[in-house]
Nanobody, 116 residues
């Protein structure tokens, strides 16, 4: 099974930057994609960004294009989310996701708060 641990969240002022990290551990045989989602209180979870198993293909929500960058580390079980020009609307709990075949795995989330 998998265990995903996010880190790097915190409090930042509008216009600032944060870098989120996710480390996955467990049985990691085969290819898998990794992604970031976020959820604000009282709102539905929304897709933020995703990266393919080889780190070549990336996908972004329109709301973060040009500001966020997703990448995979040298260790294939790591994924990062570089967040620049942060806005108050970016506030929420950010969750790391691993999709392997038909199974999705989730981390516990890390809080990102952007103040104005």
């Amino acid at each position: 099974q998998w265990q995903l641990v996010e880190s790097g969240g915190g409090l930042v002022q509008a216009g600032g930057s944060l870098r989120l990290s996710c480390v996955a551990s467990g049985s990691t045989f085969g290819s898998y994609s990794m992604a970031w989602f976020r959820q604000a209180p009282g709102k539905e979870r929304e897709f933020v960004a995703a990266v393919s198993w080889n780190g070549v293909s990336t996908y972004y929500a329109d709301s973060v294009k040009g500001r966020f960058t997703i990448s995979r580390g040298n260790a294939k079980n790591t994924v990062y989310l570089q967040m620049n020009s942060l806005k108050p609307d970016d506030t929420g709990v950010y969750y790391c996701n691993v999709k392997s075949g038909s199974i999705d795995y989730w981390g516990q989330g890390t809080q990102v708060t952007v103040s104005s």
